[in-house]
């Protein structure tokens, strides 16, 4: 509780009134001494004098007590209240681009994995690069999208997903169609300077 604010505020009150110390004290049957020492935030009036000074300027208890009128005290609430809501809004806005971000950067990532195993030979080491190249956009668009809280487990599943299917289009890819092995002929074009093996 602000007494200097409650004094100036009861000192505003009288002014309006257009009364001297003397004629309020004379209304509340106290002392010029007592009037002066509220007005001036040295003490507070008891619980029975704020309830006549409540009836004599026809203000709530709650607003001598604040210091303040309502309208100024909705005011202010109203004020950060639209601060607040400003506030919200720029994060909401700012959380719907960000997903907005993460949702076409895993949509690339996926169009990269896919046009790497269409358009490249299964034999040539470059559609491995470009799979791989876009694995890590994709779990880069995923840790954009994913809340904080399941990140790491989000991206460990994807890349045990991501490596099950790289394993899996391998071994048809061998079985089915005798290709060279994709994985295998990638890690071995990197140790011998590209340099394709043909899988057993």
């Not at 909705?74 to 809004?89: G, K």
């Not at 071994?171 to 295998?184: G, K, P, R």
Request: hydrophobic share 50%; glycine share 6%; with cysteine.
């Amino acid at each position: 509780m602000d007494q200097i604010k409650i004094g100036a505020f009861l000192k505003a009150l009288r002014k309006e009134k257009h009364l001297t110390q003397e004629d309020l004290a004379e209304e509340l049957h106290v002392s010029n001494r007592t009037i002066s020492r509220w007005e001036t935030g040295t003490s507070l009036p008891d619980i029975n004098m704020l309830v006549m000074l409540s009836d004599f300027y026809a203000i709530s208890i709650p607003e001598l007590i604040s210091g303040e009128r309502k309208e100024k005290m909705r005011n202010q609430e109203s004020n950060e209240m639209a601060h607040v809501m400003a506030a919200y809004s720029h994060n909401e806005i700012k959380a719907e681009r960000r997903k907005m971000g993460g949702f076409l950067i895993l949509i690339f990532g996926i169009f990269i994995i896919l046009s790497a195993l269409i358009i490249f030979p299964s034999e040539s080491s470059w559609s491995s690069i470009y799979a791989i190249l876009g694995s890590f956009i994709v779990l880069f668009g995923l840790c954009i999208l994913v809340n904080k809280r399941w990140r790491v487990q989000t991206v460990v599943g994807c890349m045990f997903l991501l490596f099950i299917l790289f394993t899996l289009s391998d071994y048809v890819a061998v079985t089915q169609f005798n290709q060279f092995d994709i994985i295998i002929n990638l890690v071995k074009s990197l140790g011998d300077g590209i340099v394709m093996i043909p899988s057993s």
